[in-house]
């Protein structure tokens, strides 16, 4: 009885379905946040989110896809090249350097929307990462800037998280000597406020894989 479950097990595998078996891949594209400018090996926050994911039961690969210095356009010209891995689920983290650059939020809005028609367009479920503008730029251009995020999620109907550095920035103790790159302890906060978050990404994307 038991060496006939066994074999009908195995036959069920086989023929599953390709993308249902296996860890859910996750595209974290960005900027040096998610690269982890400054902060030893493993302590980056794809990786963190990781480990997150593994402690909680979740078979999951997070794809560290953050690139030092990239504006929401540098990110949107190699986004086709990190699609080949072809994802379950994407994470969503550009715009910092537009505003620290002073790039026209129009610029940054027609970026990261390319971004997020390209992820829709392969279905694949995407957490936004909000962020929020310095504010010596001007009221007007922090307006323009803080819109951006929360009308792309709607438009797309992506998840949004409001802010990544919420209870982070302008911390000395949670960020490194530059002031604008968390440190391990905040790295670790960051992680903390998006794992919920990324749950919710890993159960869409098994929705998705079981629809397919």
Same mark, same amino acid.
């Given at each position: 009885?038991?060496?006939?479950?066994?074999?009908?097990?195995?036959?069920?595998?086989?023929?599953?379905? $390709?993308?249902?078996?296996? $860890?859910?891949?996750?595209?974290?594209?960005?900027?040096?946040?998610?690269?982890?400018?400054?902060?030893?090996?493993?302590?980056?926050?794809?990786?963190?989110?990781?480990?997150?994911?593994?402690?909680?039961?979740?078979?999951?690969?997070?794809?560290?896809?953050?690139?030092?210095?990239?504006?929401?356009?540098?990110?949107?010209?190699?986004?086709?090249?990190?699609?080949?891995?072809?994802?379950?689920?994407?994470?969503?983290?550009?715009?910092?350097?537009?505003?620290?650059?002073?790039? $026209? $939020?129009?610029?940054?809005?027609?970026?990261?929307?390319?971004?997020?028609?390209?992820?829709?367009?392969?279905?694949?479920?995407?957490?936004?990462?909000g962020m929020k503008a310095p504010r010596n730029l001007g009221s007007a251009y922090v307006r323009s800037f803080d819109a951006i995020y929360?009308?792309?999620?709607?438009?797309?109907?992506?998840?949004?998280?409001?802010?990544?550095?919420?209870?982070?920035?302008?911390?000395?103790?949670?960020?490194?000597?530059?002031?604008?790159?968390?440190?391990?302890?905040?790295?670790?906060?960051?992680?903390?406020?998006?794992?919920?978050?990324?749950?919710?990404?890993?159960?869409?994307?098994?929705?998705?894989?079981?629809?397919?």
């Open positions: 009885m038991l060496t006939r479950h066994f074999l009908a097990l195995l036959f069920l595998l086989a023929f599953a379905p $390709p993308g249902t078996c296996g $860890p859910v891949k996750i595209l974290m594209l960005g900027t040096s946040l998610t690269q982890g400018y400054g902060l030893p090996p493993g302590v980056e926050i794809p990786a963190l989110l990781q480990a997150k994911l593994k402690a909680a039961g979740v078979d999951s690969k997070v794809i560290n896809a953050g690139v030092s210095g990239d504006t929401s356009t540098d990110a949107a010209s190699r986004l086709d090249w990190s699609l080949a891995d072809h994802p379950d689920a994407a994470i969503v983290e550009v715009g910092s350097n537009d505003a620290l650059r002073g790039i $026209p $939020p129009a610029e940054t809005e027609r970026s990261i929307s390319t971004i997020l028609a390209k992820l829709e367009a392969q279905h694949v479920p995407t957490l936004l990462l929360p009308r792309l999620a709607k438009r797309y109907g992506t998840m949004l998280y409001p802010f990544l550095l919420e209870g982070v920035v302008l911390n000395p103790k949670l960020n490194q000597a530059d002031g604008m790159h968390p440190n391990p302890a905040g790295a670790k906060i960051i992680a903390e406020h998006i794992f919920p978050y990324a749950k919710a990404l890993v159960r869409k994307a098994r929705v998705r894989r079981t629809a397919k």
